[in-house]
């Protein structure tokens, strides 16, 4: 991982050069790019958001950056991280619902279950509702037909507007777009 330390360094390096040269912003953007080049950095996000990323302390950031950027309103609604979950559209416990064993196999629900295409964002009473819910039922919570009114968040009520099932088919297609948003 990137460490705090190599963080650090590359602060420092910044403003030495800041004071050493009454640098520029052009000499900030070159050294960050030479930093993301040198270290690899693009290559290990792109490897990083396609594997299990739910268990990830930097997920939810994620999630929030693409929230922010489909929302094109002049005034964006403050998402306030102590209130908003991580929700797995295919449940951690998929497997004691009809809905969730009639669409997965078990090895198909092990490899995607924890992938960026399974997730998004809740306010915590709607992830208490949903739950395990099976994705119709879900679909109805995300969309405020059940238990108050929509989600706030966009990228929630885009897997509700878009899917009529929530399969591996669905999981694979909104990984790539969300990999390419990225």
């Known amino acids: 991982g990137y460490t705090a330390n190599k963080t650090r360094d590359l602060s420092i390096q910044i403003l030495s050069e800041i004071v050493d040269r009454k640098s520029s912003v052009d000499i900030i953007r070159d050294l960050l790019v030479k ?3 040198d270290d690899k ?17 930097w997920i939810k950031s994620v999630l929030v950056l693409l929230e922010y950027c489909m929302d094109e309103s002049e005034s964006k609604e403050q998402i306030e991280p102590n209130k908003t979950e991580l929700e ?7 497997y004691g619902n009809k809905y969730w064993t009639s669409h997965w196999g078990k090895e198909e629900a092990h490899e995607w279950l924890n992938k960026l295409g399974n997730l998004t964002l809740l306010s915590k009473s709607k ?23 929509e989600t706030q968040f966009l990228i929630t009520r885009d897997v509700a507007s878009k899917n009529e099932d ?12 969300l990999e390419t948003r990225l």
């Open 88 to 94: 797995h559209i295919l449940p951690t416990a998929w």
């Open 166 to 177: 929530w399969t591996l088919k669905e999981v694979e297609s909104r990984q790539k777009e």
């Open 41 to 57: 950095i693009i290559e290990q996000a792109e490897r990083n958001i396609k594997g299990d990323v739910a268990n990830q302390p």
């Open 35 to 37: 930093k993301l080049e």
């Open 127 to 149: 992830n208490r509702k949903a739950q395990n819910d099976d994705f119709i039922i879900k679909k109805e919570i995300y969309m405020g037909k059940r238990g108050g009114g």
